[in-house]
């Protein structure tokens, strides 16, 4: 019980900062005039293709209107794009783009790895899950849990923190050649928010996941 409430603790006030970090990164990327300016820009897609040529690599670009979030899906080599209003009006639709791009262009044997671990962490969860409901877990079982996520959570980090930083690289080489240098220093801004974000939506469900797994291993 003493492990169940460590990590609630831990789970609470993550939870809280990451609140407050959402709502600054939001904050800093909410600005009318800097939308205004880059309404003169072309198409998401279009803009993609043109960081695709700049990375050095072209894929397979589609268009999502229902997509809140743009992906590249890297066994495919395609790259989904949010076509949603709020994604081509913003104007840090260009930084992300770019993100989704340096994505492109990673190690494909690190994507692979975080691929083939995110996959083996979701099947042995299942697998303790349904080992915990009929009362045959452990706290070691639930451990090995944990470390698995933990090496999953290492490769994530590593591609997304990479494209993270190159990202706004890669954005100011755009913008540069369309005159916008203000918005691509703005950009820098708002980079250390994503990051400890990102740090703290990855770390969460972890915690939340081992609490629960914790829970019922005491209780069933």
């Known amino acids: 019980m003493i492990i169940l409430f460590i990590l609630l603790i ?10 407050k970090t959402l709502q600054e990164t939001k904050e800093l990327a909410t600005n009318v005039s800097f939308d205004k300016i880059t ?14 040529k700049q990375v050095g690599h072209e894929c397979e670009i589609q268009l999502d209107s229902n997509a809140k979030s743009s992906a590249y899906i890297f066994f495919q080599d395609k790259m989904i794009l949010s076509d949603t209003e709020s994604s081509r009006k913003n104007y840090t639709r260009v930084l992300f783009i770019a993100h989704e ?24 969860d299942f697998i303790l899950f349904i080992l915990l409901l009929f009362g045959k877990g452990s706290l070691e079982l ?8 933990f090496l999953s959570f290492y490769y994530r980090i590593i591609l997304e923190a990479d494209a993270v930083y190159r ?15 203000s918005i691509a220093e703005k950009y820098e801004e708002i980079i250390p928010k994503t990051i400890a974000g990102m740090y703290f939506s990855y ?15 005491c209780i069933i």
């Open 39 to 52: 309404e003169a820009l072309p198409n998401n897609e279009e803009i993609c293709k043109e960081i695709q």
């Open 101 to 124: 791009c340096v994505h492109s262009v990673q190690d494909k044997k690190t994507h692979w790895i975080n691929f083939t671990l995110a996959n083996i962490k979701n099947l042995y």
């Open 167 to 181: 990202s706004v690289m890669v954005s100011k080489k755009y913008l540069g050649k369309k005159n916008l240098d």
């Open 10 to 19: 831990a789970i609470i006030f993550l939870l809280i900062v990451n609140h």
């Open 203 to 217: 770390i969460s469900p972890i915690l939340i996941k081992l609490a629960v797994f914790v829970l019922m291993n």
């Open 142 to 149: 639930i451990m090995i849990s944990f470390l698995i996520s």
